[in-house]
């Protein structure tokens, strides 16, 4: 039994590394979990009518993927980066210091994030103020001192609101869906206070805790990097409100509706014409040196960047991805057909 | 005696015998509120074993069968000719879409405008074609005849069937709209609408599309890793074993070893993902995602279970066996070879077999090793990119789609299932080999 088993131990491995070839002929990808869907609903066409094996698409978020696509020029490293924010700076540098020179930049589309409640209770309108007032770990008293946030309920906040218990349903830290909720409404919230906002200039370092901070009272409930366990959550409690992505509520309207945020209701149109707030542009980043060793690479830009793939009736459409403007959408498509290398980012 | 007696006058005479009686009642109640503690935890166990199952088995049991339309599809395929022998490139290449939507068409004549036809399609799913294709190419006499074909259904038409979308919320609320619902009835009504066993869903990789996902890219991908697993931890956690027990000399050295490895085996998996991504993958240059550098970590994790296990499966072999064996002129290999290694096989198994399952419903350390990836094409051999099913259930968990959400247990229950096999494997095989001194 045992010597029978090294046996076949030794030749399966032998058999199995023997057939591995130094070349590698399926496209990988990796990074951010917000592009993944889309990434994934391409790879998957692509392999299905291109002819082409179909690309490996790996979840590592989007700073795990840039430190993966950053690391090297060669087989073992990943030829697509999927990013739910641009390149920063210093990751571009990596990149050309080990020795991938020459980067394509593709803006994919938006991608929202809803508040959202149970169908069941009333929809809420909601400023960007009302929801730092709301989550925000400390906020200021009267008189503009900073205290740990003591709003209990909605009407607390702002007496138009109802008087329910503040329970919201989020991310964790982890998560670069909490990345974006606290850069873009967080944020974007605490800014319209004048006291905050005058922060920024004396004290930045204070500014940016402030504006950062979310309440760990309790009012605030991390549920898990699974969106769909939000929307299950909210449907069986009616006064909670949860923090998703736009694609989790589009496939879930029967359930869940979107809080209105200044006024604008999370659709389609409002995305991607840029009046609902809390939306962040998504991109996929190509290594150019890749272009040509690994097969299917430009075939592969091609079909996410065509109208069939990404346009507003596309199939990524379906998926919940908001298409870039028509003639945006046209140029990018051009450019990334062109594999233009980008600039360095600021 | 008499002076206890005399200084507390009227007290009764104490004897051993009324100590145990007085407190007898005491301690018959603490026994019996023991036991109903125990009793309740044990129900209380079994209940939430019941419930976490029930929930489980009522959401997923819906996902082993597939909703089908049956449609007469006129196969005249564009540039094939159906009296000629087809070349099996043009065949393959062939557009099967068309016929399916022209036969959607016919079946629903009165639809014609341009956004009710994209809706009409899109009762199909995406993948309908590609089966077609694969049937028409197992048998290409098909072409030029008109058959009743049952087409695959989308995942939002399947959730329809099954009851998983209310009809009667307001149209915009919900994924499937009115005209739909209108056609779905009347498919029906002329029996075209079937749900049948889902196949797909044991012979396909993952797929977006929740009618096309499948488990099989997954469990191949756990089949390859275990079996590298089990084809390197075994021979190596009883090497191990068996020189520690039998051979290795009693020192400081030994026992440090033996205090590490029992220390191993409480360290926590996602530990041993990262000493893989540093060492397998960083140093190695071994391909990531592949069961190959899986089971190379799984390996790591599995080794000080069936160490610990072979070691003491070989100390309950009697050491009469032994000097019976040296008694009679066997080496010392000889001696663990042919006598003591076979007697302790059937627990070192055991532990092997456990070892595997815990490997099985392993996530943690495959996390970092790039097993976390959307893998359509069924690992082929140890260094295809490949998930495992933990993972597999991990991802669809967190996809959107309603249709993965019935999926998702589904693949829970079949993991489940090859728990169970394997722990059910480990208890029969200590049952038939299993000897008593």
């Known amino acids: ?346 | 005696m008499n002076n206890l007696d005399a200084s507390t006058p009227g007290a009764p005479p104490r004897h051993a015998i009324d100590i145990v009686n007085a407190s007898l009642k005491r301690r018959y109640a603490r026994e019996s509120r023991f036991r109903l503690v125990g009793l309740i935890a044990v129900i209380l166990g079994l209940a939430f074993v019941v419930l976490l199952f029930a929930d489980i088995v009522s959401k997923g049991y819906t996902a082993f069968q597939q909703t089908y339309i049956r449609l007469p599809i006129a196969l005249t395929l564009e540039g094939i000719d159906p009296a000629g022998t087809p070349d099996a490139q043009a065949l393959a290449n062939a557009d099967y879409m068309a016929p399916i939507k022209a036969a959607l068409r016919q079946t629903f004549p009165e639809v014609t405008e341009r956004r009710e036809l994209r809706l009409l399609n899109s009762m199909v799913s995406v993948g309908a074609a590609d089966l077609l294709r694969e049937q028409v190419m197992d048998n290409p006499s098909l072409i030029g005849t008109t058959q009743e074909i049952w087409v695959l259904a989308d995942d939002d038409i399947d959730m329809l069937v099954k009851g998983t979308i209310d009809r009667d919320i307001a149209q915009g609320d919900r994924r499937v709209k009115d005209d739909m619902l209108g056609w779905v009835d009347r498919l029906e009504k002329q029996g075209r609408i079937e749900k049948r066993f889902n196949t797909i869903f044991f012979t396909h990789g993952t797929s977006r599309e929740p009618e096309l996902a499948g488990i099989a890219g997954a469990l191949m991908g756990s089949f390859y890793t275990l079996l590298l697993t089990l084809a390197l931890s075994f021979p190596i956690g009883v090497g191990a074993a068996l020189y520690l027990e039998e051979f290795a000399p009693k020192n400081r050295w030994t026992d440090l070893i033996e205090v590490n490895i029992n220390n191993l085996a409480a360290v926590p998996s996602i530990v041993f993902g990262l000493l893989g991504l540093a060492v397998f993958i960083g140093f190695f240059g071994i391909p990531r995602s592949t069961p190959l550098v899986a089971a190379l970590v799984m390996t790591l994790m599995t080794l000080p279970t069936i160490i610990i296990a072979s070691r003491v499966s070989l100390k309950s072999v009697p050491p009469s066996i032994r000097e019976a064996a040296l008694g009679v002129g066997a080496s010392p290999l000889q001696t663990q070879f042919h006598h003591v290694l076979p007697l302790a096989l059937p627990g070192m198994l055991t532990g092997a077999i456990i070892g595997m399952a815990r490997a099985l419903g392993e996530s943690a350390p495959l996390l970092m090793i790039g097993m976390i990836a959307f893998i359509v094409d069924v690992p082929g051999g140890f260094t295809d990119p490949a998930t495992v099913l933990p993972v597999q259930i991990y991802l669809w968990a967190d996809s959107p789609e309603r249709g993965f959400v019935e999926r998702t247990s589904a693949a829970i229950m079949v993991l489940l299932a090859f728990l169970f096999l394997m722990n059910l494997a480990a208890v029969l095989l200590r049952r038939k080999f299993e000897r008593r001194w």
């Open chain 1, 1 to 346: 039994m045992n010597k029978t088993l090294i046996a076949t131990a030794v030749l399966l491995a032998a058999g199995s590394l023997s057939t591995q070839a130094m070349a590698r002929d399926t496209i990988n990808i990796v990074g951010s979990s917000t592009v993944f869907p889309f990434s994934t609903a391409v790879a998957e066409t692509f392999g299905r009518t291109m002819g082409f094996k179909t690309p490996k698409v790996e979840s590592t978020g989007t700073g795990g993927g840039m430190k993966l696509f950053c690391a090297g020029v060669g087989v073992d490293h990943p030829d697509i980066t999927n990013a739910s924010r641009r390149m920063k700076a210093s990751e571009f540098e990596n990149c050309q210091k080990a020795g991938a020179k020459e980067i394509t930049e593709v803006k994919i589309g938006f991608d929202g994030i809803a508040i959202a409640n149970s169908k069941k209770a009333p929809q809420l309108d909601l400023t960007l103020k009302d929801i730092f007032l709301a989550l925000a770990k400390d906020v200021p008293d009267a008189s503009g001192k900073f205290v740990p946030n003591p709003n209990k309920t909605w009407k607390d906040v702002n007496s138009d609101l109802p008087d329910a218990k503040i329970e919201v349903l989020g991310p964790p830290p982890t998560s670069g869906t909490r990345d974006a909720f606290v850069e873009l409404a967080m944020e974007g919230g605490c800014n319209s206070i004048p006291e905050i906002k005058a922060l920024k200039k004396s004290d930045e370092k204070m500014h940016k805790a402030v504006c950062g901070g979310i309440r760990e009272d309790g009012a605030y409930i991390e549920a898990g990097e699974n969106d769909n366990l939000i929307v299950q959550k909210l449907a069986s409690n009616k006064n909670a409100l949860g923090i998703f992505g736009y694609s989790f509520l589009d496939q879930n309207t029967d359930k869940v509706q979107g809080s209105k945020i200044d006024g604008v209701e999370p659709t389609y149109e409002t995305i991607s014409d840029g009046s609902y707030p809390v939306s962040r542009s998504i991109y996929f980043y190509v290594k150019n040196a890749h272009v040509g060793t690994i097969p299917g690479i430009k075939q592969f830009v091609a079909e996410f960047t065509s109208d069939k793939a990404w346009g507003p009736e596309g199939y990524l459409a379906d998926k919940g991805l908001i298409s870039l403007p028509d003639a945006e959408r046209a140029s990018v498509a051009k450019s990334a057909q062109a594999l233009e290398p980008m600039s360095k980012p600021e």
